[in-house]
């Protein structure tokens, strides 16, 4: 079975590029530490926190790293306020989450990439996700990528569902090497927490998007990210969501061959697909009330 990628650990040997990292917060006294201690490498760490009501901000202080409070409104909006309003001291910047971790590959690779001034506007970097101890590596859909280095005069980010999307007009690239994430650090009842929140949003958003035509460009395009989207799209109107998550979790992606952690993760989607469904029900109900 894969096994992730080592956090970084003390004493540091790896290249130290000039790229600023920015770290999102809520009560993250459980992740923070080791959080902070994978982005050693940088001599510019920021923590954003959006009200914490544990020890975040004060052991981030205590770390060395920068503080910064600023309500939550949406990831979009807060990735946005980090790019306007934390005094960054370089020009490239990592935003990372708490129970997020860098590697040391990964490392290697920013250094290289940002060594030759890259004319792209960012790079999609994708994330290894541990459940139960275990890399989840089909159930997970490796490798799903997401925004995370970018040049900070030539990225936005867009609210998109319960998460965000970049908004530039520059060309984007792709690393290679992944980030390790501890998406159950706190346990399924956070997780559950979290993807009931989530779930408001998704259904929120199909919900506003109802009527809309889908284009099978999407689906045929070359870019992985850009098929992903579209296929998320597509799936977000058939009916038994729950059901079809799971088969295609299973059967398509191969959550078997991830052992039991795999067919676990699988059956939490099905569950957050259901949760979508009846609240996008409700709101269908509503308007025909109306």
């Not at 059967?251 to 078997?256: D, L, P, S, Y």
Request: net charge positive; with cysteine; glycine share 8%.
């Amino acid at each position: 079975m894969p096994t992730p990628l080592p956090q970084i650990r003390p004493p540091y040997t790896f290249p130290r590029p000039p790229v600023s990292v920015v770290i999102l917060t809520l009560n993250e006294e459980v992740n923070l530490p080791d959080c902070l201690q994978s982005c050693s490498w940088s001599d510019d760490v920021h923590v954003l926190d959006s009200g914490s009501k544990d020890q975040t901000v004060d052991f981030a202080r205590t770390s060395g790293a920068a503080v910064h409070v600023h309500a939550f409104e949406t990831f979009g909006a807060q990735r946005n306020w980090a790019i306007d309003h934390i005094p960054l001291k370089h020009d490239w910047v990592f935003h990372l989450d708490a129970d997020e971790r860098f590697t040391g590959p990964l490392v290697n690779e920013i250094a290289s990439v940002v060594a030759t001034n890259p004319v792209q506007a960012g790079f999609y970097v994708a994330n290894q996700m541990i459940f139960m101890g275990s890399w989840i590596k089909h159930s997970s859909g490796y490798p799903a990528h997401q925004m995370r280095l970018f040049h900070k005069s030539r990225m936005r980010f867009t609210d998109h569902g319960h998460g965000q999307r970049e908004a530039t007009s520059g060309e984007v690239g792709t690393l290679r090497q992944p980030y390790v994430h501890h998406n159950f650090s706190k346990g399924l009842d956070d997780w559950f927490d979290r993807h009931n929140r989530y779930s408001r949003r998704e259904a929120d958003l199909i919900f506003s998007q109802e009527g809309e035509r889908i284009g099978l460009g999407g689906l045929l395009s070359g870019d992985r990210v850009v098929r992903r989207r579209a296929l998320k799209s597509l799936a977000n109107r058939v009916p038994m969501r729950s059901q079809l998550r799971w088969f295609h979790t299973v059967v398509i992606k191969g959550a078997w061959l991830d052992g039991h952690a795999g067919m676990r993760y699988a059956s939490l989607l099905s569950v957050y697909e259901k949760m979508i469904s009846l609240k996008l029900a409700e709101r269908q109900a509503e308007r025909k009330g109306r």
